[in-house]
């Protein structure tokens, strides 16, 4: 991202990166972990996404028209956020619950600021946390996987609030998706393939997510059990949203810091803010809570760790 | 005449307390949970406004410029006494469901900033109808702030359902709720005013 802005002597080479190539990219990019989804949860899942995608683009789109702004619907930036708001639902949820929080991501999270590349709070989390507020009944209640009758089951994360311990879950069906959960977050292998995507692409820098994620695994490692050092790390890694947010919200360019130094101190202040969550929070899962408080530290982090101005 | 009914008009929309200028947004904030709240916190500190704004007008050349804010409480913790006690008298209902944000009208900035920026220069009749409007701005804006958290956050309005099968958004009900409606009001308003230039 820094070496992009460098501008030196002639000739330039033209970079075909523009806001529009990257949001389709990361479309892309989020399609895998979406068909683990229809392929685990079933139909219902396909539905969830695609209510909250054209929620969300009509959102912008009417919002757009009223105020007479440019209308930027063809940029991808209100796909990606209806796609992300509908991975963060459980699959059980009635139809109208994504599109209100679509509804309520694009104006509230979005527009009101002044629409892409204002926003102080990643869309999608905000239309989350928005929806677990006020209809926490529907936000907690999770189909059982490969189960396509009404049958819930708690997520692996909540067990381990309620005392149980989820020691019977092989550490290859979480990494594959077979347990409870919300319907982009479970399938670990598809969240890498479009991670990797990103990443060979630049479109992202491991700063963010690898800090992140090896924050939370070293927290979780050393607090997570009775003694100290005993704590089940790869359990922590794999369940719950942490890859998706990680890779995918975490990684969001507008409400994270711009120097990779700054990437690195908000990806470690998530991971921190997750583990603390996790272990001793009212909250079995804390991924979208750290993301977003991280996202309201970042004109913090942003003013501290700014670049030397060359020659100063 | 006219320049009085100017003075009262001016704090309903031109000069509205809470979304122009941005005043007493703390018992806006607690109270505004639901209708009936609104109200009855509306008309206490209208009551409070029309009285203290009175009497500061009144008093306002006896009063030494060094000790004016000092006055003025005490002129504006003797109306809120006053409500108060006839909200405890009249309808305990409502003084439980306001609690302590019946006393703290007495630091309303609202109160304050009128005895200070209007009745302490201005000749009673026109502080009367001034803080008339101020309240009725006041009672307006908690009205229309109330109305859409407790139609949102609990699908009622005045205690009455509406919509049958409405499923309430409850972080309206929340404080979190209230900065967010509060907040898109007025973002809202000043679209409007820039979009009228």
């Given at each position: 991202m820094r070496d992009n802005l460098i501008v030196s002597g002639s000739p330039h080479i033209h970079k075909k990166a523009s806001i529009s190539r990257i949001m389709w990219t990361v479309v892309l990019s989020t399609i895998p972990a979406g068909i683990a989804g229809v392929i685990i949860f079933g139909w219902d899942a396909l539905w969830i996404i695609l209510v909250a995608t054209i929620a969300a683009v009509s959102t912008e789109w009417a919002f757009e028209s009223i105020t007479r702004h440019?209308?930027?619907?063809?940029?991808?930036s209100a796909v990606i956020t209806g796609i992300l708001l509908a991975y963060n639902l459980?699959?059980?949820?009635?139809?109208?619950l994504p599109a209100v929080g679509a509804v309520f991501s694009i104006i509230v999270g979005k527009a009101v600021f002044g629409g892409l590349g204002q926003n102080i709070f990643n869309p999608a989390l905000v239309g989350r946390v928005f929806l677990m507020a006020s209809w926490p009944k529907y936000m907690t209640t999770f189909p059982k996987p490969f189960?396509?009758?009404a049958v819930t089951s708690a997520t692996p994360l909540a067990m381990l609030k309620e005392g149980?311990?989820?020691?019977?879950?092989p550490y290859l069906d979480l990494f594959l998706g077979n347990?409870?959960?919300?319907i982009g977050e479970v399938c670990i292998l598809a969240l890498l393939i479009g991670a990797a995507i990103l990443l060979i692409k630049g479109y992202i820098t491991w700063h963010i997510p690898l800090t992140y994620i090896f924050t939370t695994a070293l927290l979780t490692y050393i607090f997570?059990?009775?003694?100290?050092?005993?704590?089940d790390w790869l359990f922590h890694i794999l369940s719950g949203g942490l890859i998706l947010g990680a890779f995918?919200?975490?990684?969001?360019?507008?409400?994270?810091?711009?120097t990779p130094k700054g990437q690195v101190i908000f990806g470690i202040g998530c991971g921190l803010i997750t583990a603390v969550i996790r272990l001793w929070?009212?909250?079995?899962?804390g991924v979208s809570y750290a993301i977003l408080m991280m996202n309201a530290a970042t004109p913090f982090i942003d003013r501290y760790t700014r670049n030397r101005i060359y020659g100063t | 005449m006219k320049a009085l009914i100017k003075e009262f008009t001016?704090?309903?929309?031109?000069?509205?307390?809470?979304?122009?200028?941005?005043?007493?947004?703390c018992p806006t904030l607690a109270v505004s949970v639901t209708v009936a709240n609104g109200i009855g916190m509306g008309i206490a500190a209208t009551f409070v406004l029309l009285g203290s704004s009175v009497i500061v007008s009144l008093v306002k050349d006896f009063i030494?410029?060094?000790?004016r804010i000092p006055c003025y409480i005490v002129i504006i913790a003797t109306f809120v006494t006053i409500a108060e006690m006839s909200m405890k008298a009249y309808s305990p209902v409502l003084d439980r469901a306001l609690g302590i944000y019946v006393p703290l009208i007495v630091v309303n900035c609202i109160v304050l900033g009128r005895a200070e920026a209007f009745a302490c220069k201005n000749s009673m009749a026109s502080s009367f109808f001034d803080g008339l409007g101020m309240g009725l701005g006041f009672t307006l804006a908690l009205i229309l702030i109330s109305g859409i958290r407790e139609f949102l956050g609990s699908g009622q309005l005045l205690g009455h359902t509406l919509i049958k099968g409405f499923e309430p958004i409850f972080v309206f009900g929340m404080p979190s709720g209230a900065l967010l409606v509060i907040g898109l009001l007025l973002g809202f308003f000043n679209f409007l005013k820039n979009r009228k230039r």
């Open positions: 440019k209308v930027t619907i063809l940029d991808g459980p699959p059980g949820v009635p139809l109208w189960n396509y009758d149980k311990i989820p020691g019977h879950i347990r409870g959960g919300c997570g059990a009775k003694q100290l050092f005993q704590g995918f919200m975490a990684t969001d360019y507008v409400a994270t810091p711009l929070g009212g909250y079995p899962e | 001016k704090g309903i929309i031109r000069e509205n307390p809470t979304f122009v200028l941005v005043l007493g947004l030494p410029g060094r000790i």
